[in-house]
């Protein structure tokens, strides 16, 4: 398909065909698109040199995670990827299991105590301990549990 810029704003766009390569001419650039569909999940990008291709919408730019802060104990939700601990004394979290691929990070954001993170099933572990602000650890769900990826002044128990 052959768009054609026109002069004045508000008329419509014509083409003159029909085909696999849709291309864009005008005077902010020229852009090639893809000769096929994307398939399911994949987004439409670009290099920054007229290129455009279909990739995974995870691939591409910041990643931001939905986030819980949490003090006093209690659950750690599954639904949300960080949880900013603020403990308030001694406290101790459960962490249910996950669905395989999942990831789950956890920071101490203040420390009015230690905090104890039990996860139902730690790959090699029982629970990790927070002593003091910024200790974290990341975790990813598999098939036999959550596996920790990162531990950073952190205590594996």
Known sequence: MTLIKRTTKGTALTY???DGNFTHLG????YQFPSTDGTNGKVLTTNGSGTLSFQTAGSIGPMIYSVE??????ALSTSTTVSFISSAGVESYSLADGVEGQQKIIIMKAHGGNATVTPTNLV???S?????????FHLLYGSTGWNIIALQNATRI
């Open 16 to 18: 003159s065909e029909l």
């Open 27 to 30: 005077g902010d650039g020229t």
């Open 69 to 74: 802060s949490v003090t006093g104990g209690g």
């Open 124 to 126: 090699g572990y029982t």
């Open 128 to 136: 990790v301990r927070l002593t003091g602000v910024n200790n974290n």
